[in-house]
């Protein structure tokens, strides 16, 4: 079966990024941004842009009553996951294909408590460099969507379905056969990058030169690529330095996610990310003590605001 619809939840970075990428190439009633009344007026007035140009953006509101997606795309905060799963209902019937782009290494599983894991495919957005500030978002590198199934080695119809319209819509991607190898293996980047970043106070610069910076991002990444195999995911070296070249390929002026939250002193991740590390440290016995200093130190930014 053909993807012709999709619905997607959430307007943040990555939102607007593929959101503005596929409004460029499908009609616009078949993709739908799901948003309350409220949003929807202030994203009308406001308007919202990516990379100087005005999105015209077909909104619908959860109560609306209409055909489900064949696609739907969750891009919200993880603080606002089990909110969006309600809102999303009349968007999912028997053939929904459901993704997320969200951080961390726990969505997929919740949101498939509530629509059953036959509809998800695992999903890691990776490589872009996106920075928005308020309605503004701006992107030099839009990076890729990693897709597959949950079970290794096996590429499903639903894959195969996902692949051939994300080639159509000339979307990057790739698909892996071992994507919970690779949501791991991004969780680890994510809990490096985007604490480090935001600690230190700069952008994506400070971790592409040698110093204290780019020593504690790789410290930190490494205590969960020792957790990983406890995990029977099995990270190694090479891993850390795949995502090294992928980081030394972004724009230096760029900032990920986390730091832009500190910025605008919204509550960040921080119990996504170090916070899982820390626990998973307490399970298997393995000292995490630089992801403990970077949950302690973005906690005390926070409760400054």
């Known amino acids: 079966m053909e993807i012709k619809s999709v619905s997607i939840i959430g307007l943040g970075a990555l939102g607007v990024l593929f959101g503005n990428h596929l409004a460029s190439r499908m009609p616009k009633e078949n993709l739908r941004f799901i948003a309350d009344e409220e949003r929807i007026i202030k994203y009308k007035k406001d308007k919202v842009y990516c990379n100087g140009n005005s ?14 997606a064949d696609l ?7 603080s606002g996951l ?40 695992y999903c890691v957005a990776q490589g872009m460099d996106a920075v928005k500030e ?3 978002l701006t992107y030099h590198n839009m990076g890729v969507l990693v897709i597959g199934d949950g079970e290794p080695g096996i590429k499903s119809e639903n894959t195969m379905r996902l692949e051939d319209f994300f080639s159509k819509m000339d979307l990057p ?31 994506y610069s400070i971790i592409h030169q040698e110093g204290i910076a780019r020593d504690t991002m790789i410290a930190a990444m490494r205590e969960v690529m020792y957790i990983s195999e406890k ?23 760029g900032k990920p996610s ?9 509550h960040s991740e921080v119990d996504l990310f170090s916070g899982t590390v ?3 440290g307490k399970k298997h016995g393995i000292p995490t003590p630089v992801n403990q200093m970077l949950y302690d130190k973005i906690k005390e930014i926070e409760n400054t605001y």
């Open 55 to 68: 999105c015209e953006f077909n909104f619908v509101t959860p109560e609306e009553i209409l055909k489900p």
């Open 72 to 78: 739907l795309i969750f891009a919200v905060k993880y």
């Open 82 to 121: 089990k909110d969006a799963i309600s809102a999303v209902r009349n968007h999912v019937g028997e053939n929904t294909i459901i993704i997320s782009v969200l951080n961390g290494i726990t969505s997929e599983a919740i949101i498939g408590e509530t629509y059953g894991m036959n509809k998800i495919l």
């Open 134 to 136: 308020g309605n503004r």
């Open 173 to 203: 991607h790739e698909v892996d056969t071992s994507m919970k190898k690779r949501i791991f293996s991004k969780f680890m980047l994510n809990v490096g990058v985007n604490q480090t970043v935001a600690v230190y106070g700069s952008n």
């Open 231 to 253: 995990e029977g995911i099995n990270l190694t070296e090479d891993d850390i330095h795949y995502w090294l070249d992928i980081l030394n390929k972004l724009s230096p002026d």
């Open 258 to 266: 986390m730091r832009q939250d500190i910025e605008a002193k919204r």
């Open 278 to 280: 820390i626990e998973f």
